[in-house]
């Protein structure tokens, strides 16, 4: 009974069967792999994140006057590789900005919804009716289950807080 072996040409036989063998494991890892981040998001969006860089960007801008003191302030919805922010500036004359707070939304998907008959990710008013601009910063959780976030800010504090989700 012979049996049939594989060779690579300049390796002798059994170095040939150590790296076909070798070969064949690598390709079972790799396989294995991507079977289980396919079968769990979750692990393939952490595996991917090892891989990506670190990035910001500033998916949508709006402009109000936040604090009701006459002062128009700009607001960025902002997304990096991990998370969704909103940021809020205060102008600081010569066309300078300054970052007045970052509020990290709870959900990491960046959300539009329809507002005022258009399409929006990112909205300021007084939904309340108290005389008061709120920001509306629309997301999505893990399910894909859209949120509005909606933040106001609060004289008696001096910041920004949830008004509701």
């Keep these: 009974m012979t049996q049939d072996t594989m060779t690579l040409p300049g390796l002798s036989p059994s170095l040939s069967s150590l790296a076909i063998n070798s070969g064949r494991l ?13 079968l ?8 991917r ?5 670190d990035f910001r960007v500033v998916v949508s801008t709006a402009h109000g006057d ?4 006459g002062i128009e302030m700009k607001v960025a919805k902002v997304r990096t590789r991990d998370a969704l922010f909103v940021e809020i500036y205060e102008p600081r004359g010569e066309g300078d900005m300054r970052l007045l707070e970052r509020i990290e ?14 399409p929006t990710n990112l909205a300021i008013d007084d939904i309340d009716g ?3 601009l709120e920001i509306l910063a629309p997301s999505f959780d893990h399910n894909l289950i859209g949120h509005i976030n909606v933040y106001r800010y609060d004289k008696t504090v001096g910041a920004f807080q ?3 989700r």
Excluded: C, W
């Excluded at 690598?26 to 396919?38: E, W």
């Excluded at 994140?49 to 860089?53: A, E, N, P, Q």
């Design 162 to 164: 949830r008004a509701m």
């Design 40 to 47: 769990h998001p979750e692990l393939s969006a952490s595996l």
């Design 66 to 69: 936040l604090l009701g003191e």
């Design 105 to 118: 939304l709870q959900d990491k998907r960046d959300g539009y919804f329809n507002f005022n008959g258009q």
């Design 130 to 132: 108290d005389g008061s």
């Design 26 to 38: 690598v390709l079972f890892i790799l396989f294995a792999a991507m079977l289980i981040t396919t």
């Design 49 to 53: 994140g090892t891989v990506l860089y």
